[in-house]
């Protein structure tokens, strides 16, 4: 059964730094665009970050972009999301999601598979 596995999220001081992985296991995700999606409390689920099968492009929400970085590695499995100058607004579960790549669309939310989270929280 395919899955996707999120870690390294924490508790951060505004400022500092996270960097979230997602193992995928069950199958490759070769072929698969990747996606980074936060909720936080109160809040609707929000697209953070995406990565092309290939990791030829990368899309990023305007709140993050030049403090958030994608990629992914295939020997691995794996996606990340590198996350620099922290911000309190940042707080949320981060959950990352795969979609099979010709349906693939950016900023879009319509993903194949879904972790189950990792909490971020940046204090002030």
């Known amino acids: 059964q395919a899955q996707l596995v999120e870690s390294g999220g924490g508790l951060v001081q505004a400022g500092g730094s996270l960097r979230l992985s997602c193992a995928g296991s069950?199958?490759?995700?070769?072929?698969?665009?990747m996606g980074w999606f936060r909720q936080a409390p109160g809040k609707e689920r929000e697209f953070v970050a995406a990565?092309?099968?290939?990791?030829?492009?990368?899309y990023y929400t305007d709140s993050v972009k030049g403090r958030f970085t994608i990629s992914r590695n295939h020997a691995e499995n794996t996606v990340y999301l590198q996350m620099n100058s922290l911000k309190p607004e940042d707080t949320a579960v981060y959950y990352c999601?795969?979609?099979?790549?010709?349906?693939?669309?950016?900023?879009?939310?319509?993903?194949?598979?879904w972790g189950q989270g990792t909490q971020v929280t940046v204090s002030s």
């Open positions: 999601a795969a979609v099979f790549s010709p349906k693939f669309r950016p900023g879009g939310n319509e993903y194949d598979y």
């Open positions: 069950g199958r490759t995700f070769h072929d698969f665009a």
């Open positions: 990565i092309t099968w290939n990791g030829g492009s990368t």
